[in-house]
């Protein structure tokens, strides 16, 4: 394989899904470093050779790079363990992946970035008007998680998946954001689960 060079900020949950399914795997990866508070993904160097997008994180597979944290995971992970064989299960795990890009990720992630990192008082005004919105959408997002995993150890199927990692970076810092995780029995034996597994790293490693 060639190098693989992950262009991240390791305070993201998009990045550490990366680092976690190469952890997981066992393959080597560098790791470099931009601040995005400090606008370092938004030079002309950067948006000229990594990403014309401005946005972290960003896979480099010798001289080609992959957008996109889901993206990056699957060219990872395709043809090993954390892809199911099972047709319908590679079906479910993409469902849970989709889904945790667009009714998950935007509503616990960022309340999770506003909060922890930029800080309430330095929000907008249209930030703050959106907070309420942005708390129910995560707690329902939580509730169906809770409820799926009720008897269940992952996901998809009886093993760990993709779909465990995408949706495990930002669940465990939830309460970063100011959710509560506590009531949630079944999403902290889920986590337990994969913190048990061969390989894993936390976030901050």
């Known amino acids: 394989m060639d190098q693989l ?4 900020d390791q305070r993201s949950g998009n990045c550490y899904k990366i680092v976690l399914t190469a952890a997981l795997l066992g393959l080597p990866l560098e ?3 931009y601040d995005i508070l400090n606008g370092e993904t938004r030079t002309p160097a950067f948006l000229e050779r990594i990403n014309p997008n401005g946005k972290i994180p960003v896979l480099q597979v010798g001289d080609r790079f992959i957008p996109e944290s889901n993206a990056a995971c699957f060219y990872l992970a395709d043809g090993s363990r954390l892809v199911p064989e099972d ?7 993409l469902h849970w992946m989709s889904w945790e890009q667009y009714s998950h990720e935007p509503n616990i992630a960022t309340l999770r970035f506003w909060i922890a990192y930029v800080g309430e008082d330095r929000l907008s005004e249209l930030q703050r008007m959106q907070i309420p919105a942005k708390r ?3 707690e329902a997002a939580l509730v ?3 409820c799926h995993l009720e008897g269940r150890r992952f996901f998809v199927g009886d093993r760990l998946s993709l779909a465990d990692i995408a949706l495990y970076a930002y669940t465990h810092a939830a309460e970063e954001g100011g959710f509560v995780l506590a009531d949630r029995p079944a999403i902290r034996s889920w986590m337990a689960h994969v913190e048990a597994e061969p390989g894993y790293v936390a976030m901050d490693a």
């Open 144 to 146: 169906l998680m809770d």
């Open 136 to 138: 129910e959408a995560g």
């Open 87 to 93: 047709r319908f299960d590679r079906a479910d795990m």
């Open 5 to 8: 060079i992950l262009h991240e």
């Open 31 to 33: 790791r470099r470093q």
